[in-house]
C-alpha cells in the first residue's frame, strides 16, 4: 500500500471506529484532503495502488481493531475504507469532467454576455461596491471585538501582578506553599479568558457567511436578465463564487481560533514559570521571583499588544479576498477563460455529497 493510502485508512479507521455517530462533513474533510495531498497528477498516483495490496492491508488493519470497535464500526470501516478508494480511483476522470464542463459552460456564458458587457461591467462593480460597504462595519467589529476581548483579559490578569509583589513581602516559606495553588489560579484565568475571546470571536465567521449569500443572490439577480438560456452556466460560476467566500470566511474562524491558542500558548509560560520557582529552595525564592514579578504586567500587556496588532486586520483582509473573487469573475466573464483550480471547490461539494449519500445508506447500529 502507498503510504498515503495507508494512512488515509489509519484516519478513517480512527474516525469510524471511535464512535457510532460518525459525522459525514469529517470523513469528507478527512478524504478530500488526502486526495489533494497526492498532488494535481493523481492518476499517476492512482496508477501505483493496487486494489489487492490494499485489502490485504485493510484486513491487518480490521483484525488488529476488532477487539477495540463495535460490530457497526466494523462493518463501516470495512465499508468506508474501500468507499474511499475507488472514488479517489475515479478522481482524475471527474476533475477532467469538471473542468471541460466548467470550461464549455463559461464560454457559453461569455458568448451571451458580450452584447451586454457594460452592463455586465457595472453590475459586478455595483456589487463589489457594495459588499465593499457591508463588509466595513464588519471589518471594525471585528477589531472592536478583538480589542475589548484583548482588554478584559489584561485587566483580568492585572490583580495577578499586584497579588505576586505583594506575596514577596511574606516569609519565603509561606510565599513557597501559597506559589503553586497561585500559579493554577493564574492558568484558570488564562484558560478561562482564552476562551471567552474565542467565543467573542467565533460568530462573525457565520455573519459574513449571511453576508456572501445575500451578496451573491443580489448578483445573481442582477446577472440573471442578460443570461437567459445559459442559466445552468451562470448559476454553477456562482455556486462556485459562493463555495470560494464561504471557504473564506471558515479561513477566518480558523485564523482566529488559532490566534487565540497561540495566545494561550504563550501566556501559559507565566504560570509554568512561577511553578518551577516553587520547586526551589526557599532560600532564594524572593531572588527567583522579583524578575518575574517586575515582569509579569509587562510580559501580559506585551502579549495581548501583539495578538491584537496580528488578529485586528484579519476583517479588511477577507474582504479583500472577497473583492478579489469578484474581479475574478468579472475577468472569466470577459473572456470565457476558466482559472486553473476553477474546479476544485465543486469538485470538493460533489466528495462530500458523495460521501453524505454513501454513509446514509450504511444501516444503523443495532441496540
Keep these: ?9 489509519l484516519v478513517l479507521l480512527a474516525i469510524s471506529g471511535s464512535r457510532a455517530d460518525v459525522n459525514p462533513d469529517e470523513v469528507a474533510s478527512v478524504i478530500w484532503k488526502y486526495f489533494t495531498e497526492l498532488g494535481s497528477n493523481a492518476k499517476d498516483t492512482v496508477d501505483q495502488l493496487h486494489q489487492t495490496e490494499i485489502s490485504k492491508q485493510l ?3 480490521l483484525k488488529g481493531n476488532l477487539q477495540t470497535v463495535s460490530a457497526y464500526a466494523e462493518d463501516l470501516q470495512a465499508r468506508l475504507v474501500p468507499f474511499a478508494t475507488e472514488m479517489q480511483a475515479r478522481l482524475a476522470q471527474d476533475t477532467q469532467r469538471l473542468k471541460e464542463q466548467i470550461q464549455r459552460e463559461l464560454q457559453q456564458l461569455q458568448a451571451k454576455l458580450a452584447p451586454y458587457a457594460d452592463e455586465v461591467h457595472q453590475q ?5 461596491r457594495q459588499l465593499q460597504a457591508k463588509m466595513s462595519p464588519y471589518a471594525e467589529e471585528l477589531r472592536s471585538r478583538v480589542d475589548r476581548g484583548a482588554g478584559e483579559l489584561q485587566r483580568a490578569l492585572e490583580p495577578y501582578a499586584t497579588e505576586l509583589r505583594e506575596r514577596l513581602q ?12 497561585y500559579a493554577d489560579r493564574l492558568q484558570q484565568q ?21 453576508q456572501v449569500e445575500q451578496s451573491v443572490a443580489e448578483l445573481r439577480r442582477g446577472l440573471s436578465p442578460y443570461a437567459q438560456e445559459v442559466q445552468d452556466g451562470l448559476n454553477r460560476q456562482l455556486e462556485s463564487l459562493t463555495l470560494q467566500m464561504e471557504r473564506a470566511a471558515e479561513e477566518l474562524r480558523t485564523r ?8 494561550r500558548a504563550q ?5 509554568r514559570e512561577l511553578r518551577e520557582a516553587a ?9 527567583r521571583l522579583a524578575p518575574l514579578a517586575q515582569q509579569l504586567e509587562q510580559r501580559v500587556g506585551n502579549t495581548l499588544e501583539a495578538f491584537r496588532q496580528q488578529a485586528a486586520p484579519f476583517g479588511e483582509t477577507f474582504g479583500q479576498q472577497l473583492v478579489q473573487r469578484l474581479e475574478e469573475l468579472r475577468g472569466k466573464l470577459d473572456t470565457g477563460a476558466a482559472g486553473v483550480e476553477d474546479h476544485l471547490e465543486l469538485l470538493e461539494k460533489e466528495v462530500r455529497e458523495k460521501v453524505a449519500a454513501f454513509l446514509s445508506t450504511v444501516p444503523p447500529p443495532q441496540n
Design 170 to 181: 511574606d516569609n519565603a516559606q509561606s510565599i513557597q506553599a501559597s506559589l503553586s495553588p
Design 190 to 210: 488564562i484558560d478561562g479568558g482564552v476562551e471567552s475571546l474565542k467565543e467573542q470571536l467565533s460568530p462573525m465567521a457565520d455573519e459574513l457567511k449571511a
Design 124 to 128: 459586478i462593480g455595483t456589487n463589489i
Design 267 to 271: 501566556l501559559s509560560p507565566l504560570a
Design 256 to 263: 482566529l481560533a488559532t490566534s487565540s491558542e497561540e495566545l
Design 1 to 9: 500500500m502507498a503510504p498515503k493510502a495507508a494512512a488515509l485508512v
Design 59 to 61: 484486513n491487518t488493519l
Design 279 to 287: 520547586g526551589g529552595d526557599a532560600e532564594s525564592l524572593r531572588q
